[in-house]
């Protein structure tokens, strides 16, 4: 196929349930044609469903930061410093695979999020988007993206919540959720 049309930026935002789903479902398809495709995972907690399958996908590479016990704001200041810094050297690592392998799709699963709330630096972010293969598409998702990388994206898809289960206090459900 030809991959020189590739190298657009995705962000898939906003509060209703689809963001990361959306994504997987692009990393299907573009394994389906042969692409070379990595998941970068952040602000992780427990492995989640798709990690079974996405293995067995054609092409497909998974990374994953350091699992996380906590939420941001339960984390004390040391604990949040640690996340920052291992999310840091993460995305410094996921660009680096990508500057040096044949990568088609990159996929940066919750890096908006990492971002908002500080366990992330937005420079290294925003300076890999700058300077990445040209050919390189790349997917983030994650809510509250700020207006630097709105401003960088080509496609942003926002998800509006009008329902969710979790209101009426149903919570996450494996096979669904998880
Ligand atoms: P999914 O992984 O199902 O596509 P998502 O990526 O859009 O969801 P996140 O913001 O990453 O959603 O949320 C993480 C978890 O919270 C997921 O299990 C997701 O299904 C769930 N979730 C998404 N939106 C809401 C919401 N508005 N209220 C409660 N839970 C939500
Ligand atoms: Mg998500």
């Known amino acids: 196929m030809d991959k020189s049309k590739l190298g657009l930026i995705h962000i898939y935002t906003g509060d209703g349930k689809g963001k990361t789903t959306a ?3 692009l990393i299907l398809r573009a394994s389906g044609r042969g692409l070379n495709v990595v998941l970068g995972q952040f602000l992780k907690g427990r492995e989640t ?3 079974h399958t996405l293995s067995l996908l054609p ?7 350091k699992p996380l016990t906590k939420f941001s704001f339960q984390m004390n200041e040391q604990e949040k410093a640690e996340v920052l810094q291992g999310h ?8 680096s695979y990508c500057n040096n392998n ?4 990159l996929v940066l ?6 971002c908002g709330t500080h366990l992330l630096d937005e420079r290294l972010l925003i300076d890999f988007l700058k300077h990445k293969p040209a050919h390189l598409e790349v997917v983030m998702t994650g809510r509250n993206p700020s207006m630097e990388l709105l401003d960088m994206a080509d496609y942003v898809s926002e ?8 209101d009426k206090g149903i919570p996450a459900r494996e096979g669904i959720e998880k």
């Open 23 to 25: 994504a997987l479902g």
């Open 49 to 51: 469903g798709e990690l």
């Open 59 to 65: 092409g497909v590479k998974v990374f994953r930061g």
């Open 88 to 95: 840091n050297e993460f995305i410094k690592e996921l660009a």
């Open 102 to 105: 044949d990568i088609d799709l």
């Open 109 to 114: 699963d919750e890096v908006i999020g990492a």
């Open 159 to 166: 998800i509006c919540k009008r329902k969710h289960p979790f």
